[in-house]
């Protein structure tokens, strides 16, 4: 178990559940970094005595100095604060918990570095996967997921020998949207896109999850955590999120992992890796499940699955212009700017019109990242 953590995204909703681990553990925070949400930062500092935080926001690191000035903590600004959080020499593992691209340098920073890293940040792996991997190997740290299914599927893969993954079967909610048609999304609101049956989550992953594209984000993920082809990969629809993911083995025997609804769950494997404590999360109660569901994923209805599978197919920076572009497209779709069918539409567009390149290295990854928002804005 690691005794030492750097959080970074502390005040999202994975932070938050990150820290509830943290507290029941009993291990200690070196640092803690946020975009701009002080007030909670703050509190979060005064309660785990990190050596150090950070807030993105530059705006706010002077009133963030201010209110810690009586206490020994050292508050760093900007973008380089957060790298230099993310290569702290007293922590031993990285728990990268913030939203967007925007985790991925301090992903690198953090390998650079020798930290062990705890990965929920998954937009990290889609642009950066090929560039992220090669970092690992070289520096010769590791990966732990934190995401729910591919936390499953790496529980179930503990054990089994290697090259004996068949495919993995990665289960999805659906989200609040599910069994509904095309004429019946065009005009669903922000509020109904918010309503996710089954998870409480950060509201781009919620957005992510009511259009699929958080399933198409994960196929990627997938790919690069296991070493595995499209081909391998197959996504079940799956209503109650009681199966987080399966694998199935060379024999068909197939392994999934269960439990609650409850982040904790994977937060905390991936910290305690490989060992097991009593958890914050319930304990399953298979006398109240009623029943277990399992569907096909609609693709045309569903359509950013599909773009993120071809993105894939397609690799270079063609991943990274599919995130852009939904990056992009969902904070409009949260200003009421666009219509909810807008945002695969605006993904396939930037797909289209923005060529893609192989070989990349981190500056083509940022480049790509760019034209995809600036296509998205021009609308
Ligand atoms: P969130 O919006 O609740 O929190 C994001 C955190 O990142 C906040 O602390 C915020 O201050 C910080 N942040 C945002 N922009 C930043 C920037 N530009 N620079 C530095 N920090 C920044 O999001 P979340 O739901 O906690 O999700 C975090 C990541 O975990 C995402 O990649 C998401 O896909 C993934 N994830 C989340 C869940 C979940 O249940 N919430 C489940 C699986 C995976
Ligand atoms: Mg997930």
């Known amino acids: 178990m690691y005794q030492n953590i750097t959080l970074l995204g502390s005040t ?14 009993g291990i200690k925070v070196c640092a803690l970094t946020a975009n701009n949400s002080i007030k909670l930062l703050e509190e979060q500092a005064r309660e785990f005595k990190p050596r150090a935080v950070c807030i993105a926001d530059e705006n706010k690191y002077l009133e963030l100095k201010n209110n810690l000035a009586d206490t020994d903590i050292k508050v760093l600004g900007g973008n380089d604060g957060i790298l230099e959080c993310a290569k702290l020499s007293e922590s031993d593992v990285v728990v990268n918990a913030i939203v967007g691209i925007a985790g991925l340098r301090p992903t690198l920073e953090a390998i650079s570095a020798k930290k062990d890293i705890a990965l929920a940040n998954k937009e990290t792996l889609v642009t950066g996967g090929e560039l992220v991997k090669k970092a690992i190997r070289e520096n010769g740290v590791k990966l732990l997921p934190v995401d729910s299914e591919h936390s499953a599927i790496f529980q179930c893969l503990q054990g089994t020998p290697n090259g004996s993954l068949k495919k993995i079967i990665l289960t999805a909610s659906g989200g609040p949207f599910f069994g509904k048609t095309r004429d019946e999304l065009e005009n669903v609101t922000v509020k109904d896109a918010l309503n996710h049956p089954n998870w409480s989550m950060g509201t781009k992953i919620t957005i992510d999850s009511a259009t699929m594209m958080n399933k198409g984000l994960e196929v990627i993920e997938a790919c690069h955590l296991f070493s595995v082809g499209l081909e391998q990969i197959e996504v079940v629809v799956h209503r109650e999120s009681i199966i987080h993911s399966m694998i199935e083995l060379n024999d068909n025997a197939v392994i999934a992992q269960l439990g609650t ?3 904790r769950i994977p937060i905390q494997y991936a910290i305690t890796y490989p060992e097991r404590f009593e958890s914050p999360a319930e304990s399953l109660d298979f006398t109240t499940l009623r029943s277990l569901t399992f569907a096909k994923p609609d693709r ?44 695969p539409k605006l993904i396939k567009k930037a797909m289209i019109n923005i060529p893609n390149k192989q070989n990349i290295n981190i500056d083509d990854v940022f480049n790509a990242d760019k034209m995809a928002r600036e296509l998205v804005l021009k609308g």
């Not at 999202?12 to 553990?25: A, C, F, M, P, Y």
Request: overall charge negative.
């Open 261 to 263: 609804a409850d982040m």
């Open 300 to 343: 045309k209805v569903f359509e950013c699955l599909a773009l993120c599978e071809e993105a894939f197919r397609q690799g270079g920076v063609m991943p990274t212009i599919a995130n852009g572009a939904n990056e992009a497209a969902v904070a409009l779709f949260l200003e009421g700017k666009i219509g909810f069918l807008d945002i």
């Open 12 to 25: 999202g909703s994975i932070g938050r559940q990150t820290l509830d681990v943290v507290r029941k553990l």
